[in-house]
């Protein structure tokens, strides 16, 4: 399958053979909406690093509730994560539009 490149130039259309992209026969280019579906799917952050992480503030702030919390619950998980892309979004969202590197 070959596709074609559009180039509006001076009010007329130019179509070019792309031959370097190719795609697998049946696959659709992804919309921005299925592309974000895709990228919520994926897990920003290692669950027995944030358990090992909770356990080791929880004893931090009282080593006697270490003994008596031995679980977390997967509703904690997921607020962990929707908090973190939470705060990757606004920090992107009020960065500066110039530079190269995200900081």
Do not use: C, W
Not at 82 to 99: D, E, K, Y
């Amino acid at each position: 399958m070959r596709r074609l490149l559009r180039a509006g130039l001076a009010g007329g259309t130019i179509e070019e053979p792309m031959d370097t992209i190719e795609q697998p026969e049946g696959h659709e280019p992804q919309s921005s909406e299925a592309a974000t579906r895709a990228s919520l799917a994926t897990r920003l952050l290692n669950k027995s690093a944030v358990r090992d992480f909770t356990f080791a503030a929880l004893a931090k702030r009282n080593p006697d509730l270490v003994r008596k919390f031995t679980r977390i619950s997967s509703g904690f998980y997921v607020e962990m994560e929707a908090r973190l892309r939470n705060a990757i979004v606004s920090h992107v969202q009020n960065m500066p539009t110039s530079g190269k590197t995200i900081r």
